[in-house]
T-cell receptor, first 116, second 114 residues
Framework: KAGVTQTPRYLIKTRGQQVTLSCSPI?????VSWYQQTPGQGLQFLFE???????NKGNFPGRFSGRQFSNSRSEMNVSTLELGDSALYLC???????????????FGPGTRLTVL | SQKIEQNSEALNIQEGKTATLTCNYT??????LQWYRQDPGRGPVFLLL?????KEKRKERLKVTFDTTLKQSLFHITASQPADSATYLC?????????????FGAGTRLAVHP
């Protein structure tokens, strides 16, 4: 079974631009979560989507948004990029609800975003 | 405030020894706890899950303990090898609104020296 894929793997943008990252979950997984990882803050939860609905959201500004499509693929968008947005953005899928006790996250390789 | 703490400094051990990593938390009541391994530039990989009513879980050379009274989990790698060198993350599953949300610790870097 193919793993979680993320595109692009690397991205360089300048301040003020916007960016869209894509994530394809493992086949059959309906939950997709997004995380931001930086050396200083570790793995920070952005949001989670399940069946095209945002089910949970972390403490990030409104510049960070996402969506999920009917095939469970997900995109996240960051508008008006700031230098501090430079990070590894990880997507994770899981087969969750109603099997609540097996909510293992399967991570993709991440997208390394650099904001200049 | 709610907090998850893992050893912030790298853990250096000799090959063949047992590595023990710590995950402490405050003000959480997790339904279960997971441990992940992350290599540089890669996404975390799931290793073990332990539920709140379980004291210990084993998988090959890995062992996890979970003490909900102490609010602590210990992660052991026995007979460690240089290939075990990586960052290890603990994650707490918090049950809220009908489903679980995972909260990750910052991770501990393990270096196993030949």
């Amino acid at each position: 079974k193919a793993g979680v894929t993320q595109t692009p793997r690397y991205l360089i943008k300048t301040r003020g631009q916007q960016v869209t990252l894509s994530c394809s979950p493992i086949s059959g997984h309906r939950s997709v979560s997004w995380y931001q990882q930086t050396p200083g803050q570790g793995l920070q939860f952005l949001f989670e989507y399940f069946s095209e609905t945002q089910r949970n959201k972390g403490n990030f500004p409104g510049r960070f948004s996402g969506r999920q499509f009917s095939n469970s693929r997900s995109e996240m968008n960051v508008s008006t990029l700031e230098l501090g947005d430079s990070a590894l953005y990880l997507c994770a899928s899981s087969f969750t609800f109603p099997r609540l006790d097996t909510d293992t996250q399967y991570f993709g390789p991440g997208t390394r975003l650099t904001v200049l | 405030s709610q907090k998850i703490e893992q050893n912030s400094e790298a853990l250096n051990i000799q090959e063949g020894k047992t590595a023990t990593l710590t995950c402490n938390y405050t003000n959480y009541s997790p339904a279960y706890l997971q441990w992940y391994r992350q290599d540089p530039g890669r996404g975390p990989v799931f290793l073990l899950l332990i539920r709140e009513n379980e004291k210990e879980k084993r998988k090959e050379r890995l062992k996890v303990t979970f003490d909900t009274t102490l609010k602590q989990s210990l992660f052991h790698i026995t007979a460690s090898q240089p290939a075990d060198s990586a960052t290890y993350l603990c994650a707490l599953a918090l049950f809220s609104g009908g489903y679980n949300k995972l909260i990750f610790g910052a991770g501990t870097r393990l270096a196993v020296h030949p």
